[in-house]
């Protein structure tokens, strides 16, 4: 199985940068699809961003694409999302999750393994 652990998150002001870290173990982690989803209260999960395998594709959010950018280190068996210019919208828990394939999918459900989240809160 994979075990997954987010870190980074925090409480910051609009404007901001975080840097949200997902450590992987188990599994063959350069042969999944590692993405990140988000989920605000009251509302669905959302999916975020999404990044294959070799890392050679990647796909963002339409409304945070050109802040934030997904990345992983195949060595370290870590994926990253970096994130800039936060607004208050983008408060929410984000979630790594890891598929056992190595295309990248935007469904929650094609998913197979989650972490417990990291809390994301942006004040004006």
């Known amino acids: 199985q994979v075990q997954l652990v987010e870190s980074g998150g925090g409480l910051v002001q609009a404007g901001a940068s975080?840097?949200?870290?997902c450590a992987a173990s188990g599994g063959t982690f350069r042969s999944n699809t590692m993405g990140w989803f988000r989920q605000a209260p009251?509302?669905?999960?959302?999916?975020?961003a999404a990044i294959s395998g070799s890392g050679s594709s990647t796909y963002i959010l339409g409304s945070v694409k050109g802040r934030f950018a997904i990345s992983r280190d195949n060595a370290k068996n870590a994926v990253y999302l970096q994130m800039v210019?936060?607004?208050?919208?983008?408060?929410a828990v984000y979630y790594c999750a890891a598929r056992l394939r190595?295309?990248?999918v935007v469904t929650p459900q094609m998913y197979d393994y989650?972490?417990?989240?990291?809390q994301v809160t942006v004040s004006s």
Not at 18 to 21: A, D, K, T, Y
Not at 42 to 48: L, N
Not at 114 to 118: F, I, K, M, Y
Request: proline content about 12%.
């Open 85 to 91: 210019s936060l607004k208050p919208e983008d408060s």
């Open 102 to 104: 190595p295309l990248p």
């Open 114 to 118: 989650w972490g417990q989240g990291t």
């Open 42 to 48: 009251g509302k669905a999960r959302e999916f975020v």
């Open 18 to 21: 975080l840097r949200l870290s």
